[in-house]
Nanobody, 121 residues
Framework: VPLQASGGGFAQAGGSLRLSCAATGGTFGNHVMSWFRQAPGKEREFVAGISWNYGETLYYVKGRFIISRDNAGNTAHLKMSSLTPEDTAVYFC?????????????????WGQGTLVTVSS
């Protein structure tokens, strides 16, 4: 099922952005939707994830980022606040089957195309 990520762009340090990831053209059963990010020259890292059926969440970036889901729209959102230049990266949404929110990229089957977030100081 294709994943469509949106909402990236430019922000100043201290600002906010909201990313969205929509599952288009199909639906998933019990699954987890997560966000990863990859900065230039760095490994892809887990940001946050949410289990669809129970709403359980897992965060790498605690306190500043909030992940939520819209069951009707089959869409997950990532609200990012108090952004810093270190948050600059391409953000990817990903889906894995099952209910466990795992922070390992290799455990995810479906990936969106990525959306660029640039935070200036």
């Amino acid at each position: 099922v294709p994943l469509q990520a949106s909402g990236g762009g430019f922000a100043q340090a201290g600002g906010s952005l909201r990313l969205s990831c929509a599952a288009t053209g199909g639906t998933f059963g019990n699954h987890v939707m997560s966000w990863f990010r990859q900065a230039p020259g760095k490994e892809r890292e887990f940001v946050a994830g949410i289990s669809w059926n129970y709403g359980e969440t897992l965060y790498y970036v605690k306190g500043r980022f909030i992940i939520s889901r819209d069951n009707a729209g089959n869409t997950a959102h990532l609200k990012m606040s108090s952004l810093t230049p270190e948050d600059t990266a391409v953000y990817f949404c990903a889906v894995r089957d099952g209910g466990a929110v795992l922070p390992t990229a290799s455990m995810y089957t479906y990936w969106g195309q990525g959306t660029l977030v640039t935070v200036s100081s």
